[in-house]
């Protein structure tokens, strides 16, 4: 066997985990490879995950905005088709073209990139087995540091496994070669909800199918119920305190058997999509083998306040890890994990990582709910702000939604903001840099802002706290 090749740290997987902790690596002065079993690199989020989607939700809303809305504004348009395979080959070309950049990026950072699946043979040695046609190859790798980094991948219900035409995860509804008449969805998370609104504006019958009472469990109530109303008044169905008993193929689609408060009912759909979860994607990395320790209902790993797993110098970081499956989170843990390595102070600060769910209107929120303060019998404070109260939203027709501000009765520091309505993702960064900064609602609401912007809905609701605002009722 040849000499293996050294390193100061080996990253396995390319991902925003990945390849960002890499070429901070290497600004740290360190000699970095990064292996990828894909042929395109950038992991879940670039390839199958939040780019793919994001580009089909921006056609879609097009789409959507020209059949049914451009005429609010004097644009007349005589007749709308979709042409679905150009959409697709524009959402490839969006993948393509930021995988590319990834590739470039990593390159352009001195770092060797190894194609390959990667197995962990001892501390420090990683092997890699490429697939070159019909031969197989192997080389080791040693590195001083290795950082896991392989993403997560769905979850399928027992007895209702995919088989990638019919009863399908998030990646084949990526890309359907033409539009379901009726689509089923089990779960009704932010994946199920933003592909839901995917099909439905391109024509679908979307059925939800959500054990729990509600959907989007995790956000704000009064946020959830509202996107819950936006989402009908859409055309989306949901069936909530439902599971899915059993699902068969048949000839031409799918048929469910539904248990709802002891009753029972079939449906048929074309295409059923399980959007219940996702889960780490850790098999043959050889993890058992080293004695790396991992939650057992999860499959987690198990890492300490550094990213280091129970094994010395082998790290996790994003999906790999406990807390929520956000590449934002992956990126941000993937700098801290890397830092820490090179003796310097790596921190997430987990109080203040944004969620957002991609529908049309969106929805985005940073920090405690209202639930959660209450459970933790904080004393505090609400200001809410319409979007139909603003400018800017008006001269767009859109006016569904609102901005909700929680702040300390007493010290009046900000402990969450929750946005639903027109460009809520681009907003809460704000929120986040205020609550990283322990601002209170005063800070925000005598912060001057645009007008007229959405972000003034946000300030209202600020000003809205200590009841001085000016255009709140």
Not at 133 to 141: D, F
Not at 315 to 326: E, K, N, S, T, Y
Not at 375 to 391: A, D, K, L, Q, V
């Amino acid at each position: 066997m040849s000499e293996r090749e050294k390193f100061d740290l080996i990253v396995i997987g390319t991902g925003p985990g990945g390849y960002v902790a890499a070429v901070r690596a290497t600004q740290l002065g360190m000699k970095v490879a990064c292996i990828e079993k894909e042929k395109r690199l950038g992991g879940v989020c670039l390839n199958v995950g939040c780019i793919p989607s994001k580009a089909l939700l921006d056609s879609s809303e097009y789409y959507h905005l020209a059949k049914s809305h451009f005429t609010d504004h004097g644009i007349e348009i005589a007749d709308v088709k979709l042409n679905l395979s150009k959409m697709m080959k524009r959402k490839e070309e969006v993948v393509n073209d930021l995988t590319d950049q990834v590739r470039t990026l990593l390159k352009g950072n001195n770092i060797t990139i190894v194609e390959g699946s990667a197995e962990l043979l001892e501390r420090g040695v990683v092997k890699v087995t490429a697939n070159s046609g019909k031969k197989t190859t192997g080389t080791e790798l040693e590195g001083k540091n290795i950082l896991l980094a392989t993403g997560s991948k769905p979850i399928s219900v027992p007895g209702i496994e995919f088989d990638g035409d019919r009863i399908v995860s998030s990646t084949e509804a990526l890309s359907f070669k033409s539009v379901p008449k009726k689509l089923g969805i089990v779960g009704g998370g932010y994946i199920g909800l933003e592909l839901g609104s995917v099909w439905s504006r391109l024509g679908s019958e979307v059925s939800v199918i959500e054990m729990l009472p509600k959907i989007a469990a995790n956000l704000d109530g009064q946020v959830n119920r509202a996107l819950e109303r936006v989402l009908k008044s859409q055309g989306m169905n949901f069936k909530l305190n439902t599971k899915v008993a059993s699902a068969k193929k048949t000839k031409s689609g799918v048929k469910v058997e539904l248990e709802t408060g002891g009753k029972k009912e079939s449906k048929t759909f074309d295409r059923l999509l399980v959007a219940i979860g996702r889960r780490p994607l850790t098999e043959g990395l050889g993890l058992e083998k080293l004695g790396i320790r991992t939650d057992e209902k999860t499959g987690h790993i198990e890492v300490d306040e550094n990213y280091q797993t129970s094994v010395g110098g082998i790290f996790a970081i994003g999906d790999l890890i406990a807390g929520p499956m956000l590449a934002h989170k992956a990126s941000a843990e993937g700098v801290a994990a890397v830092e820490t390595m090179a003796g310097l102070p790596g921190e997430v600060n987990y109080d203040v990582i944004p969620a957002i769910v991609y529908t049309w209107p969106e929805v985005a929120s940073v920090g405690l709910t209202e639930e959660q303060v209450k459970e933790r019998g904080i004393e505090y404070n609400i200001g809410t702000y319409p979007f139909s109260g603003t400018g800017r939203a008006r001269c767009m027709g859109e006016k569904d939604g609102f901005v909700k501000l929680i702040s300390q009765a007493k010290t009046d520091r900000v402990l969450g903001v929750h946005i639903i309505g027109p460009r809520a993702s681009d907003m809460i960064a704000e929120s986040g840099i205020a609550m990283e900064f322990s601002a209170s609602s005063e800070d925000i609401a005598r912060t001057i802002h645009g007008h007229p912007t959405f972000a003034e809905a946000l300030q209202e609701a600020a000003t809205n706290i200590r009841k001085v605002s000016i255009y709140a009722s």
